[in-house]
């Protein structure tokens, strides 16, 4: 997978997630995703390209983490 397309799809997961306004921040040897939800800073260092599938699935994962984890935040 290329390295674009790697990107596009990640910032497609954050969107779907209901993370608003996803970037992706070039940061040396990795690349930083930010955006926020709900108000509150969403963030994660990647690698700059995927090395296997599962990088896609790990960074997903740990959006929904931090989504879950504010979300969880403001019901209590």
Known sequence: ??????FRETL???AN???EGA???ERGKHVLLSG???GKPVTHFMSRSPSDGRV???VRAHLRRRVREIANQEMA
């Not at 997978?1 to 790697?6: G, N």
Request: charged residues 25%; proline residues 0%.
């Open 1 to 6: 997978m290329s390295t674009l397309k790697h």
């Open 12 to 14: 497609a997961d954050a």
């Open 17 to 19: 997630l209901g993370i």
């Open 23 to 25: 970037q992706i921040i």
């Open 36 to 38: 926020l939800y709900r």
């Open 56 to 58: 896609r699935k790990n």
